[in-house]
């Protein structure tokens, strides 16, 4: 039986020197639900600078259609006009812009809020109109200023931003001080603004009450729109130059 | 055959069924009174006001173009019950509203079905008394009437907030309902499903001054 045993000795050596030259088996996780990706972390300075995004949230759409302007004219048509309008602007002058919406589509607040932080934008402007007051309504989340988490509560998330939120707004109200356009300053709790992780600002759109430096103008004149559109535009450029990520 | 005794007995019995029976259609018509005097509500609080003390308060009335809220005093008439008194003054605000000069119109003719008070829930360590939450329950006709927009929204509650903040200081947060119910908006933009605080969102600075909404 002396053969036996030698021929079962080399076996167990070649399924040894097999084993030895073979990669380690992969463990197959098990597939969970779909979960969003996780924003790409940010590099080092100076190694891949991160870019300078504006995501602009058209308010309303689809079945929500916000207010009812001048002559019926629904709020989601005039914000949607608006926020392509400030796209168009923004994109001309090389700054790149994301959009929650692009037609008549109502996404869910929290998808909106998710577009803007995925994006890791460095401003977000929710864009809205009212029939009611004059000129443009800058509006900042009501939360109470907040350290930076690294984690922080979803519902919460604007309050680590809340002083860059009024720097931003305070661009947007040089800028149409600029363009002779009446602002009001306030703070707000509008959903989806507490929930974005960048400087928000909503910039409300009103009719232009005429005074003793302006003239009356319709909401929806051509004009008037692109007016705000272009200051608003020279406030985040300026915001750019000023922007540190 | 029935003895003397039972009979007695008897009509006895029959006697105080028959009393207890006089006693109970009386209390059944209390009862009914009461609930018909409940049922009718402004007109009972409205004779409770007029036998109430005059009290100048102070309304804290929207300006729609410059997105301020103006101090107006007001003498009324206020009852004694607390949760009266805060339905009385922010009647009188809505009928500021509705006036025809108002600077933030609004065309509604009952705004505030309720309004109730609850202790600021405090955590086990709290000390002191952190005043108490105002739930103020809207009428479905002034979210229906309320002109729908950031500006105009966050002034009726800022304006709401301050005016009961000012009169009953013990005020501290305010919860909004509309018609019993939570609502997520007022007209589409307000959120209504937080708990404002009262106190420090409404930084008043005097009469006719600007109050911003910070």
Redesign the interface.
Known sequence: MRWIEVASALAFAVIAAEAQQAPPPVQQLPQGPAVPALPAPVGPPGVQPPRFLVVIDAA?GGS?I???IESGVP?KDVTLGLAGRLRSTLRARGVDVVMTRTADVNPATVNRAETANHAQASACLTI???????GV?L?TS?LTAAANDRFPPWATAQAAYVTQSMKLESEIDTALAHAAIPV????????PMDAVACPEV?V?L?PL?GGHVTSAKALTDVSYQKTVVDAVAAALEQWRSDWKP | MISKFQKYLFFALLLVCVGMAAFLIRLRNRAQDQLAAQAVGAPAEMAETAASAQRTVTLYVPN????SLTAVDKSLSLPEDRNAQARVILAALVEAYRAPDSTHPMNVASGIDDVYFLPVPQGKDARGDAGQVAVVDLSGALAAAQ??????E?LTLLSIMATLHANLPAVMQVHFLVDGQQR??L?????LT?T?LAGE?TKVQGAGSRV???
């Open positions: 309303h929500d916000g207010a009812r709020e809205h109109a009212t029939a009611t007051g004059s309504h509006f009501s009001t300053l306030g703070k707000a709790s509008v959903a909503a409300e009103a009450v | 729609d173009l410059d997105d002109p729908s927009g950031i500006e105009p966050t997520e908006t007209a589409g933009h307000a959120d937080r404002y969102e911003e909404g910070r």
